[in-house]
C-alpha cells in the first residue's frame, strides 16, 4: 500500500526558511496535501498541490512536487515562532478513498 | 467553514469499561472517519464510513466499533476499554474535498 516518509524534527531560528521534506510511494493521488497541527489541536489544512503542477505559492508556503522523484516539500518564508507546531504530509491511496498521513515532522522555531 | 465536533477534549476512563466517543459535523458530509494519533506513529485509520448505517473498517479496528445512525454523527465505541488504547483520537470529515479534522480527543486509560 501507499507510504508515506517524512523526517521527525526540525529546528530553525526565526526569521530563517524552513524547508520540511515529504516522500510518497504511489504517485496516484490527485492532490498531495500539508496539514499542520498546533499542540493540543486537531489538523488543519495549510495547503494542497494538484498533481499536474510542479509548485505552488501562497503568502509565505511554497510547495514543491518533483513527480519523478515522489518528493513534495513545504517552504516556509521568514519562519515564526506562532510556525512551531508538526506538520503532516498527506496523499490519497491507490483508490482515492483513504488519505495516508506520514507520521508529521515537528517544527521548533528557536528565538 | 467545516466544523467537526468532538465532545470531549479529555477522557479519563477505567480498564474495561464502555467508552463512547462522538463527532458531529455540520456540512452534510457523507465520508466520516475515525483515526488514532501517536507520537512517532502518524494517524492511522479505525474506522470510516461513506454513509449512515454503512461502516467499513480501517487499518486498526481491533478493539473498536462504531455507529452511524445520522448522516452528522459519527461515534467511536471502545467496548473494553485497555490501556493500550490511551492516545488521542481524531474525527474526521469529507465531501469531495480534503479532511476537515474535529479537535481531537485525548483518551487516557488506567
Known amino acids: 500500500g501507499e507510504d508515506v516518509e517524512q523526517s521527525l524534527f526540525l529546528s530553525v531560528r526565526e526569521g530563517d526558511s524552513s524547508v520540511i521534506n515529504c516522500t510518497y510511494t504511489?504517485?496516484?493521488?490527485?492532490?498531495l496535501y500539508w496539514y499542520k497541527q498546533e499542540p493540543g489541536a486537531g489538523l488543519q489544512l495549510l495547503t494542497y498541490?494538484?498533481?499536474?503542477?510542479d509548485m505552488k505559492q501562497d503568502q509565505r508556503l511554497t510547495v514543491l512536487l518533483n513527480k519523478k522523484d515522489k518528493h513534495l516539500s513545504l517552504r516556509i518564508a521568514d519562519t515564526q515562532t506562532g510556525d512551531s507546531a508538526i506538520y503532516f504530509c498527506?496523499?490519497?491511496?491507490?483508490?482515492?478513498?483513504?488519505?495516508?498521513f506520514g507520521p508529521g515532522t515537528r517544527l521548533s522555531v528557536l528565538p | 467553514d467545516v466544523k467537526v465536533t468532538q465532545s470531549s477534549r479529555y477522557l479519563v476512563k477505567r480498564t474495561g469499561e464502555k467508552v463512547f466517543l462522538e463527532c458531529v459535523q455540520d456540512?452534510?458530509?457523507?465520508?466520516m472517519f475515525w483515526y488514532r494519533q501517536d507520537p512517532g506513529l502518524g494517524l492511522r485509520l479505525i474506522y470510516f464510513?461513506?454513509?449512515?448505517?454503512?461502516?467499513e473498517k480501517g487499518d486498526i479496528p481491533e478493539g473498536y466499533s462504531v455507529s452511524r445512525e445520522k448522516k452528522e454523527r459519527f461515534s467511536l465505541i471502545l467496548e473494553s476499554a485497555s490501556t493500550n488504547q490511551t492516545s488521542m483520537y481524531l474525527c474526521?470529515?469529507?465531501?469531495?474535498?480534503?479532511?476537515?479534522f474535529g479537535n481531537g480527543t485525548r483518551l487516557t486509560v488506567t
Open positions: 474526521a470529515s469529507r465531501a469531495n474535498s480534503p479532511l476537515h
Open positions: 498541490i494538484f498533481s499536474n503542477m
Open positions: 456540512m452534510d458530509h457523507e465520508n
Open positions: 504511489d504517485s496516484s493521488s490527485t492532490y
Open positions: 464510513s461513506y454513509d449512515v448505517k454503512m461502516k
Open positions: 498527506a496523499v490519497l491511496d491507490n483508490y482515492g478513498q483513504n488519505f495516508v
